[in-house]
């Protein structure tokens, strides 16, 4: 999701604060590049927004390398070490222009809430190619859900290479989404399949 970092360092913003360092010089490059491109990422979706605000960050990154590693260890190879220095420069962007900040939570909480997924598992009882591919789930209590594919998940390659088929067992993450029906002539909400796998 857009900016997903960003909202997390907002719950470790009472944590104590790290020494002036190296991590402020980041913090300071990366919220003077997201400025400088504020206008060309303001309307960009979340994948593309991650994207932008990551070559801010990597370009950051090349300069201090040396410093950095000094202070991490091995950013690009060691376990959790690239998500950890990720956090600690949100953090520190919170501190160096909080309104930027500020402005990129605001703007994506109504994101987040409409994105938030729900969980189904059930038996799959049919699988449809239509104008999207539909899968028509029954859950334990008999009740049936249609679910559609509409991008790339998690485990779309299971619907696409027909892995999974009629009476499998399956859990499904989606969220719903209003979409005008054509046939009704009026907007419904469809359940848009997030990730998929057999179980």
């Known amino acids: 999701m857009k900016k997903t970092i960003l909202v997390f360092v907002f719950s470790i913003f009472f944590l104590n604060a790290y020494s002036q360092d190296v991590l402020e010089t980041v913090a300071k490059e990366v919220c003077s590049c997201v400025t400088a491109k504020s206008e060309q990422m303001k309307n960009l979706p979340a994948e593309k927004f991650q994207m932008e605000l990551g070559l801010c960050i990597v370009s950051s990154y090349s300069s201090h390398e040396k410093d950095l590693t000094a202070k991490y260890g091995d950013v690009l190879g060691g376990e959790g070490v690239m998500e950890k220095l990720g956090r600690d420069i949100g953090f520190k962007m919170v501190t160096v222009c909080p309104d930027i900040m500020m402005s990129m939570v605001d703007d994506d909480i109504p994101e987040l809430e409409e994105a938030k997924a729900s969980e189904l598992q059930g038996q799959v009882v049919e699988i449809k190619s239509e104008q999207f591919l539909n899968v ?27 892995k999974i088929k009629k009476n499998d067992k399956v859990s499904v993450e989606y969220w719903e989404q209003e979409f005008y029906d054509v046939k009704a002539k009026d907007f419904r909400y469809y359940k848009v399949v997030q990730s998929i796998k057999k179980i």
Request: hydrophobic share 50%; glycine share 8%; net charge negative.
């Open 136 to 162: 028509v789930i029954k859950d334990a209590s008999g009740r049936t859900h249609s679910l559609i594919m509409l991008t790339f998940f998690e485990g779309a390659n299971l619907l696409i290479e027909s």
